[in-house]
Protein backbone atom coordinates (compact mmCIF):
# COMPACT_ATOMS: atom_id res chain seq x y z
CA UNK A 1 0.00 0.00 0.00
CA UNK A 2 1.40 3.62 -1.06
CA UNK A 3 2.58 5.84 2.21
CA UNK A 4 1.27 9.21 0.73
CA UNK A 5 3.06 10.81 3.35
CA UNK A 6 6.58 9.46 2.74
CA UNK A 7 5.89 10.08 -1.24
CA UNK A 8 4.96 13.73 -0.78
CA UNK A 9 8.20 14.28 1.65
CA UNK A 10 10.14 12.07 -1.36
CA UNK A 11 9.05 14.83 -3.84
CA UNK A 12 9.98 17.45 -1.15
CA UNK A 13 12.95 16.12 -0.75
CA UNK A 14 13.34 16.34 -4.84
CA UNK A 15 12.64 20.28 -4.65
CA UNK A 16 15.04 20.58 -1.49
CA UNK A 17 17.87 18.78 -3.65
CA UNK A 18 17.06 20.74 -6.67
CA UNK A 19 17.58 24.02 -4.21
CA UNK A 20 20.52 23.09 -2.98
CA UNK A 21 21.79 22.03 -6.25
CA UNK A 22 20.97 25.57 -7.72
CA UNK A 23 22.72 27.42 -4.79
CA UNK A 24 25.65 25.54 -5.21
CA UNK A 25 25.49 26.76 -8.91
CA UNK A 26 25.26 30.22 -7.73
CA UNK A 27 21.70 30.09 -9.90
CA UNK A 28 23.55 30.18 -12.88
CA UNK A 29 22.05 29.11 -16.09
CA UNK A 30 24.19 25.63 -17.29
CA UNK A 31 23.22 23.11 -19.44
CA UNK A 32 24.62 20.46 -16.67
CA UNK A 33 22.60 18.62 -13.93
CA UNK A 34 22.93 20.29 -10.60
CA UNK A 35 25.48 19.20 -8.64
CA UNK A 36 23.85 17.41 -5.19
CA UNK A 37 25.72 17.62 -2.10
CA UNK A 38 26.11 15.02 0.39
CA UNK A 39 23.39 16.59 3.08
CA UNK A 40 21.29 15.76 0.23
CA UNK A 41 22.62 12.12 -0.82
CA UNK A 42 22.20 11.63 3.09
CA UNK A 43 18.71 12.69 3.71
CA UNK A 44 17.44 11.22 0.75
CA UNK A 45 19.03 7.92 1.87
CA UNK A 46 17.49 7.92 5.00
CA UNK A 47 14.02 8.74 3.49
CA UNK A 48 14.14 5.53 1.45
CA UNK A 49 15.27 3.37 4.50
CA UNK A 50 11.86 4.92 6.21
CA UNK A 51 13.89 7.08 8.71
CA UNK A 52 12.00 10.14 8.63
CA UNK A 53 13.10 11.59 11.30
CA UNK A 54 16.74 11.61 10.60
CA UNK A 55 15.70 12.71 6.77
CA UNK A 56 14.14 15.68 8.43
CA UNK A 57 17.06 16.46 10.69
CA UNK A 58 19.50 16.08 7.52
CA UNK A 59 17.22 18.51 5.09
CA UNK A 60 16.59 21.43 7.43
CA UNK A 61 20.35 21.22 8.52
CA UNK A 62 21.34 21.49 5.23
CA UNK A 63 19.10 24.13 3.46
CA UNK A 64 19.95 27.90 4.35
CA UNK A 65 16.70 29.82 5.48
CA UNK A 66 16.54 32.99 3.10
CA UNK A 67 13.60 34.39 1.22
CA UNK A 68 13.77 31.20 -1.31
CA UNK A 69 14.07 28.12 1.19
CA UNK A 70 11.55 29.59 3.59
CA UNK A 71 8.35 28.50 2.30
CA UNK A 72 10.08 24.73 1.59
CA UNK A 73 10.44 24.62 5.16
CA UNK A 74 7.26 26.19 6.04
CA UNK A 75 5.49 23.80 3.95
CA UNK A 76 7.41 20.76 5.43
CA UNK A 77 6.33 21.89 9.19
CA UNK A 78 2.43 22.20 7.71
CA UNK A 79 2.88 18.88 6.04
CA UNK A 80 3.62 17.20 9.30
CA UNK A 81 1.46 19.16 11.53
CA UNK A 82 -1.87 17.61 8.98
CA UNK A 83 -0.52 13.94 9.69
CA UNK A 84 -0.72 14.01 13.08
CA UNK A 85 3.12 14.33 13.46
CA UNK A 86 3.14 18.03 15.95
CA UNK A 87 6.22 16.86 17.44
CA UNK A 88 8.00 17.15 14.19
CA UNK A 89 6.72 20.32 12.95
CA UNK A 90 7.32 21.97 16.50
CA UNK A 91 11.02 21.01 15.84
CA UNK A 92 11.10 22.22 12.47
CA UNK A 93 9.52 25.47 13.58
CA UNK A 94 11.64 25.63 16.66
CA UNK A 95 15.08 25.00 14.47
CA UNK A 96 13.87 28.03 11.92
CA UNK A 97 13.59 30.73 15.21
CA UNK A 98 17.21 29.55 16.27
CA UNK A 99 18.38 30.04 13.06
CA UNK A 100 20.56 33.67 12.75
CA UNK A 101 19.34 35.83 10.22
CA UNK A 102 15.72 35.21 10.36
CA UNK A 103 14.12 38.29 12.11
CA UNK A 104 11.32 40.79 11.30
CA UNK A 105 8.27 39.30 8.99
CA UNK A 106 9.84 35.82 8.21
CA UNK A 107 10.22 35.53 12.39
CA UNK A 108 6.37 36.35 13.03
CA UNK A 109 5.39 33.62 9.99
CA UNK A 110 7.33 31.41 11.59
CA UNK A 111 6.44 32.28 14.89
CA UNK A 112 2.81 31.58 13.86
CA UNK A 113 3.13 28.36 12.35
CA UNK A 114 4.44 27.19 15.99
CA UNK A 115 1.46 28.83 17.82
CA UNK A 116 -0.43 26.87 15.40
CA UNK A 117 1.72 23.54 16.40
CA UNK A 118 0.82 24.39 20.16
CA UNK A 119 -2.99 24.44 19.22
CA UNK A 120 -2.63 21.04 17.16
CA UNK A 121 -1.08 19.29 20.24
CA UNK A 122 -3.36 21.00 22.86
CA UNK A 123 -0.74 23.22 24.42
CA UNK A 124 -3.17 26.21 24.30
CA UNK A 125 -1.28 28.01 27.36
CA UNK A 126 2.01 28.22 24.88
CA UNK A 127 -0.29 28.51 21.99
CA UNK A 128 -2.19 31.52 24.14
CA UNK A 129 0.90 33.48 24.75
CA UNK A 130 2.85 33.53 21.53
CA UNK A 131 -0.53 34.87 19.78
CA UNK A 132 -0.87 37.51 22.04
CA UNK A 133 2.70 38.70 21.80
CA UNK A 134 2.46 38.73 17.83
CA UNK A 135 -0.85 40.37 17.54
CA UNK A 136 0.58 43.01 19.57
CA UNK A 137 3.59 43.78 17.78
CA UNK A 138 1.74 42.64 13.73
CA UNK A 139 0.13 44.44 10.98
CA UNK A 140 -2.71 43.45 9.30
CA UNK A 141 -3.21 40.25 8.14
CA UNK A 142 -0.97 38.92 10.31
CA UNK A 143 -2.27 40.37 13.46
CA UNK A 144 -5.94 38.75 12.24
CA UNK A 145 -4.65 35.80 11.82
CA UNK A 146 -3.64 35.82 15.44
CA UNK A 147 -6.90 37.20 17.10
CA UNK A 148 -8.59 34.44 15.13
CA UNK A 149 -6.91 31.77 16.13
CA UNK A 150 -6.66 33.42 19.91
CA UNK A 151 -10.99 33.75 19.58
CA UNK A 152 -10.93 30.03 19.21
CA UNK A 153 -8.75 29.23 22.12
CA UNK A 154 -10.98 30.98 24.27
CA UNK A 155 -13.89 29.66 22.41
CA UNK A 156 -12.58 26.25 23.15
CA UNK A 157 -11.46 27.09 26.36
CA UNK A 158 -14.80 28.61 27.38
CA UNK A 159 -13.31 32.40 28.51
CA UNK A 160 -16.40 34.16 26.99
CA UNK A 161 -15.21 37.52 27.88
CA UNK A 162 -11.74 36.95 26.10
CA UNK A 163 -13.03 36.08 23.06
CA UNK A 164 -15.32 39.15 23.11
CA UNK A 165 -12.21 41.40 23.99
CA UNK A 166 -10.21 39.65 20.83
CA UNK A 167 -12.79 40.28 18.48
CA UNK A 168 -13.12 43.63 19.40
CA UNK A 169 -9.65 43.85 18.45
CA UNK A 170 -10.67 42.64 15.03
CA UNK A 171 -12.00 45.97 13.73
CA UNK A 172 -8.63 48.08 12.27
CA UNK A 173 -10.52 51.54 12.57
CA UNK A 174 -11.89 52.70 15.72
CA UNK A 175 -15.77 53.06 15.79
CA UNK A 176 -15.65 50.43 13.02
CA UNK A 177 -18.38 47.97 12.43
CA UNK A 178 -17.33 44.28 13.07
CA UNK A 179 -18.19 42.52 9.90
CA UNK A 180 -21.81 40.29 10.32
CA UNK A 181 -20.43 37.13 10.97
CA UNK A 182 -18.12 38.43 14.04
CA UNK A 183 -21.15 40.00 14.90
CA UNK A 184 -23.09 37.13 15.38
CA UNK A 185 -20.64 34.97 16.81
CA UNK A 186 -19.79 37.56 19.60
CA UNK A 187 -23.46 37.00 20.16
CA UNK A 188 -23.11 33.92 20.88
CA UNK A 189 -20.46 34.60 23.38
CA UNK A 190 -22.44 36.90 25.33
CA UNK A 191 -25.24 34.44 25.59
CA UNK A 192 -22.83 32.08 26.81
CA UNK A 193 -21.96 34.38 29.64
CA UNK A 194 -26.06 34.96 30.01
CA UNK A 195 -26.03 31.20 30.64
CA UNK A 196 -23.70 31.60 33.18
CA UNK A 197 -25.25 34.29 35.09
CA UNK A 198 -28.50 32.60 34.80
CA UNK A 199 -27.01 29.31 36.77
CA UNK A 200 -25.74 31.49 39.29
CA UNK A 201 -29.41 33.16 39.28
CA UNK A 202 -27.83 36.34 38.74
CA UNK A 203 -30.44 37.91 36.65
CA UNK A 204 -29.35 41.34 36.65
CA UNK A 205 -25.96 40.08 34.80
CA UNK A 206 -27.82 37.58 32.83
CA UNK A 207 -30.02 40.67 31.70
CA UNK A 208 -26.92 43.05 30.93
CA UNK A 209 -25.04 40.36 28.44
CA UNK A 210 -28.37 39.44 26.76
CA UNK A 211 -28.54 43.31 26.01
CA UNK A 212 -25.66 42.89 24.60
CA UNK A 213 -25.75 40.00 22.64
CA UNK A 214 -29.17 41.56 20.87
CA UNK A 215 -27.25 44.55 19.95
CA UNK A 216 -24.22 42.72 18.41
CA UNK A 217 -27.09 40.50 16.30
CA UNK A 218 -30.23 41.27 16.43
CA UNK A 219 -31.58 38.89 14.22
CA UNK A 220 -30.41 36.48 16.47
CA UNK A 221 -32.89 34.27 18.15
CA UNK A 222 -31.25 33.32 20.75
CA UNK A 223 -31.08 36.27 23.07
CA UNK A 224 -34.60 36.46 22.55
CA UNK A 225 -35.23 32.69 24.26
CA UNK A 226 -32.35 33.29 27.15
CA UNK A 227 -34.86 36.60 27.70
CA UNK A 228 -37.91 34.76 27.52
CA UNK A 229 -36.22 32.72 30.32
CA UNK A 230 -35.37 35.21 32.31
CA UNK A 231 -38.69 37.00 32.19
CA UNK A 232 -40.58 33.64 33.18
CA UNK A 233 -38.39 33.21 36.26
CA UNK A 234 -39.04 36.89 37.16
CA UNK A 235 -42.98 35.84 37.19
CA UNK A 236 -43.13 38.21 34.20
CA UNK A 237 -45.02 35.97 32.02
CA UNK A 238 -46.40 38.48 29.64
CA UNK A 239 -43.10 40.45 29.40
CA UNK A 240 -41.48 36.28 28.68
CA UNK A 241 -44.68 35.92 26.12
CA UNK A 242 -43.76 39.11 24.02
CA UNK A 243 -39.80 38.10 23.89
CA UNK A 244 -40.67 34.70 22.29
CA UNK A 245 -42.76 36.00 19.56
CA UNK A 246 -40.09 37.83 18.04
CA UNK A 247 -38.79 34.42 17.50
CA UNK A 248 -40.58 33.74 14.79
CA UNK A 249 -39.63 36.79 12.86
CA UNK A 250 -35.92 36.57 13.51
CA UNK A 251 -35.29 32.55 13.26
CA UNK A 252 -38.77 30.53 11.61
CA UNK A 253 -36.04 27.53 12.10
CA UNK A 254 -36.04 27.67 16.19
CA UNK A 255 -40.14 28.42 16.94
CA UNK A 256 -39.65 24.80 18.39
CA UNK A 257 -37.48 25.96 21.04
CA UNK A 258 -39.56 28.72 21.77
CA UNK A 259 -43.16 26.89 22.30
CA UNK A 260 -42.92 24.39 25.42
CA UNK A 261 -42.10 27.97 27.19
CA UNK A 262 -44.76 30.09 24.70
CA UNK A 263 -46.91 27.68 26.45
CA UNK A 264 -46.30 27.37 29.57
CA UNK A 265 -46.30 30.86 30.13
CA UNK A 266 -49.86 31.64 28.18
CA UNK A 267 -51.54 28.62 30.83
CA UNK A 268 -49.32 30.43 33.91
CA UNK A 269 -52.05 33.38 32.59
CA UNK A 270 -54.91 31.46 32.05
CA UNK A 271 -55.07 32.86 28.50
CA UNK A 272 -54.94 29.63 26.19
CA UNK A 273 -57.42 31.17 24.03
CA UNK A 274 -54.57 33.67 22.89
CA UNK A 275 -52.22 31.13 22.02
CA UNK A 276 -54.56 29.22 20.06
CA UNK A 277 -55.49 32.16 18.25
CA UNK A 278 -51.49 32.98 17.53
CA UNK A 279 -50.49 29.29 16.79
CA UNK A 280 -53.30 30.12 14.03
CA UNK A 281 -52.09 33.14 12.32
CA UNK A 282 -48.52 31.30 12.34
CA UNK A 283 -50.63 28.20 10.48
CA UNK A 284 -52.01 30.25 7.91
CA UNK A 285 -48.53 32.29 7.72
CA UNK A 286 -46.74 28.68 6.74
CA UNK A 287 -46.45 27.17 9.82
CA UNK A 288 -44.20 24.43 10.51
CA UNK A 289 -45.34 20.94 11.76
CA UNK A 290 -44.35 21.69 15.60
CA UNK A 291 -46.91 24.66 15.31
CA UNK A 292 -49.65 22.09 14.11
CA UNK A 293 -48.49 19.66 17.07
CA UNK A 294 -49.01 22.58 19.50
CA UNK A 295 -52.40 23.40 18.23
CA UNK A 296 -53.62 20.16 18.19
CA UNK A 297 -53.05 20.05 21.72
CA UNK A 298 -54.58 22.50 22.68
CA UNK A 299 -57.94 21.66 20.26
CA UNK A 300 -57.53 18.28 22.58
CA UNK A 301 -58.05 20.15 25.67
CA UNK A 302 -60.69 22.09 24.34
CA UNK A 303 -62.50 19.87 22.11
CA UNK A 304 -61.48 16.49 22.53
CA UNK A 305 -59.29 13.80 21.36
CA UNK A 306 -61.84 13.70 18.65
CA UNK A 307 -61.35 16.80 17.53
CA UNK A 308 -58.19 17.20 17.81
CA UNK A 309 -57.61 13.82 15.01
CA UNK A 310 -59.51 15.21 12.70
CA UNK A 311 -57.77 18.47 12.45
CA UNK A 312 -54.54 16.94 12.30
CA UNK A 313 -56.05 14.38 9.29
CA UNK A 314 -57.06 17.35 7.50
CA UNK A 315 -53.01 19.01 8.28
CA UNK A 316 -52.11 15.60 6.99
CA UNK A 317 -53.50 15.21 3.75
CA UNK A 318 -51.89 18.86 3.02
CA UNK A 319 -48.31 18.28 3.69
CA UNK A 320 -47.26 14.87 5.17
CA UNK A 321 -45.38 14.37 8.50
CA UNK A 322 -44.84 11.22 10.35
CA UNK A 323 -44.84 13.09 13.86
CA UNK A 324 -48.35 14.70 13.29
CA UNK A 325 -49.67 10.44 12.03
CA UNK A 326 -48.20 9.36 14.98
CA UNK A 327 -50.18 11.75 17.29
CA UNK A 328 -53.26 11.34 15.11
CA UNK A 329 -53.26 7.87 16.10
CA UNK A 330 -52.90 9.03 19.35
CA UNK A 331 -55.79 10.86 19.51
CA UNK A 332 -57.93 7.94 17.91
CA UNK A 333 -56.64 5.34 20.09
CA UNK A 334 -57.06 7.26 23.28
CA UNK A 335 -61.00 7.15 21.84
CA UNK A 336 -61.14 3.58 21.81
CA UNK A 337 -62.22 1.26 24.81
CA UNK A 338 -60.48 -1.26 22.45
CA UNK A 339 -57.37 -0.39 20.52
CA UNK A 340 -57.17 -1.19 16.91
CA UNK A 341 -54.57 -3.92 16.87
CA UNK A 342 -53.54 -2.72 13.31
CA UNK A 343 -53.44 1.02 14.65
CA UNK A 344 -51.96 0.27 18.24
CA UNK A 345 -49.31 -1.24 16.06
CA UNK A 346 -48.36 1.13 13.84
CA UNK A 347 -48.87 3.45 16.57
CA UNK A 348 -46.13 2.08 18.76
CA UNK A 349 -43.97 1.63 15.18
CA UNK A 350 -44.05 5.53 14.35
CA UNK A 351 -43.02 6.12 18.22
CA UNK A 352 -40.10 3.88 17.83
CA UNK A 353 -39.11 5.61 14.40
CA UNK A 354 -38.98 9.10 16.36
CA UNK A 355 -37.24 7.38 19.05
CA UNK A 356 -33.90 6.90 16.71
CA UNK A 357 -34.20 9.98 14.28
CA UNK A 358 -32.28 12.76 15.14
CA UNK A 359 -34.24 16.03 16.32
CA UNK A 360 -31.60 18.26 15.50
CA UNK A 361 -29.27 18.67 12.32
CA UNK A 362 -26.27 21.13 11.48
CA UNK A 363 -27.00 22.53 8.17
CA UNK A 364 -23.21 23.16 7.88
CA UNK A 365 -21.86 19.99 7.89
CA UNK A 366 -24.47 17.83 8.94
CA UNK A 367 -24.23 16.53 12.48
CA UNK A 368 -27.30 15.49 13.34
CA UNK A 369 -27.96 14.42 17.15
CA UNK A 370 -31.23 14.49 19.81
CA UNK A 371 -30.31 17.90 21.75
CA UNK A 372 -29.08 21.37 20.73
CA UNK A 373 -25.81 22.63 20.28
CA UNK A 374 -25.52 26.13 19.72
CA UNK A 375 -22.23 25.43 18.63
CA UNK A 376 -21.81 22.46 16.44
CA UNK A 377 -19.58 20.10 17.68
CA UNK A 378 -19.06 18.71 14.36
CA UNK A 379 -17.91 21.65 12.16
CA UNK A 380 -17.26 24.23 15.31
CA UNK A 381 -19.98 26.55 13.56
CA UNK A 382 -22.27 28.71 15.92
CA UNK A 383 -25.95 28.80 14.52
CA UNK A 384 -25.92 26.43 12.72
CA UNK A 385 -27.73 23.11 14.08
CA UNK A 386 -31.44 23.48 13.80
CA UNK A 387 -34.46 21.40 14.32
CA UNK A 388 -35.08 18.72 12.63
CA UNK A 389 -39.21 18.28 11.51
Not at 14 to 42: C, K, M, T
Not at 111 to 125: P, V
Not at 235 to 248: C, H, N
Request: glycine share 6%.
Amino acid sequence: MIDWGLLLLVLLAIAIGYALGWRSRGGAEEPDAPVLEPHYIQGLNYLLNEQPDAAIDTFIGALDVNSETLETHLALGNLLRKRGEVSRAIKIHQNLLARPGLEGERSKQVQLELARDFIKSGLLDRAEMLLQELAETSAHPLRTQCLEYLIEIYRDEKEWQKAIDAINQLSSRRFARLPDRWRMVQSHFFCELAEDALRRTDYLGARRQLRAAALADKQSARPSLLLAELEHRLGQDKEAIRTLKQVFHQDPSLLPEALPLLSQCHKSLGIQDQLREYLHELLEQGGSTPVVMALAELIADDEGSEAAARFLGDQVSDGPSLLAVGQMLQFQLSDQREPDENMLMASNAIRNIQKTRPHYRCYNCGFSGQQMHWLCPGCKTWGSVKPVE
